[in-house]
């Protein structure tokens, strides 16, 4: 089974501060992706990665930064955090370009 | 841009009975998913159908992409189906591949 893990379910953290999510697969996938949800918004992707130290914008990549040294991780920073980046956050991962995404549990983050 | 459209957007079941949950897109896809999201967040992967018809269990999924639609078919709904269902169309944009999801159906299963 692919799993897909992130680092936190839960977190909290104040507005200004710096936010790394942290998302690991093991089934040796070339593709991840990172989502927000939002109510009445619905998922929206931020980021996504294809390669090792690729990375291409998403939707709404604005006020968040990614990064993947390594294939089977792939990080989202929020270099300040800002109340408006109160949501949930899913990373998947798929093994080609337009395949099925599996997802990791989520991390709710509230930022105060 | 592509418009994938769920209906109904909320229903409402009693234990033991069955649902039709439709999923409508604007454009030709590369692909197709069912997902349902349980009430801890988690996305859980139903059906990857492009075309055709599959089985697992009690669901059951059919994407004709000709005429541009997917059902997902839930037979002896259980309370444990409670949720959101999700449908995300996959679409080539440019040099890569991007997933865009419905707006759901929140499901709910009384015992």
């Known amino acids: 089974d692919v799993k897909v893990t992130q680092s936190s379910r839960y977190l909290v953290k104040r507005t200004g501060e710096k936010v790394f999510l942290e998302c690991v697969q093991d089934?040796?996938?070339?593709?991840m992706f990172w989502y927000r949800q939002d109510p009445g918004l619905g998922l929206r992707l931020i980021y996504f990665?294809?390669?090792?130290?690729?990375?291409e914008k998403g939707d709404i990549p604005e006020g968040y930064s990614v990064s993947r040294e390594k294939k089977e991780r792939f990080s989202l920073i929020l270099e300040s955090a800002s109340t408006n980046q109160t949501s949930m956050y899913l990373c998947?991962?798929?093994?080609?370009?337009?395949?099925?995404?599996?997802f990791g549990p989520g991390t709710r983050l509230t930022v105060t | 841009g592509i418009q994938v459209e769920q209906s109904p957007p909320d229903l409402i079941l009693q234990e033991g009975a069955n649902s039709t949950l439709r999923c409508n897109f604007s454009?030709?896809?590369?692909?197709l998913q069912w997902f349902h999201q349980n009430p801890w967040g988690q996305l859980i992967n139903l059906f990857y159908?492009?075309?055709g018809t599959k089985q697992n269990g009690r669901l059951s999924a059919t994407t004709v992409a000709t005429e541009r639609y997917s059902l997902l078919y839930i037979s002896s709904s259980q309370t444990t189906d409670s949720g959101v269902y999700f449908c995300?169309?996959?679409?080539?944009?440019?040099?890569?591949?991007?997933?865009?999801f419905g707006s759901g159906t929140r499901l709910l299963v009384r015992p």
């Open positions: 998947a991962s798929s093994l080609r370009q337009g395949g099925e995404q599996y």
């Open positions: 089934m040796d996938h070339e593709n």
């Open positions: 990665s294809y390669d090792v130290k690729m990375k």
């Open positions: 454009d030709s896809v590369n692909n």
């Open positions: 159908i492009p075309s």
């Open positions: 995300a169309v996959d679409l080539r944009m440019d040099s890569s591949y991007k997933l865009i």
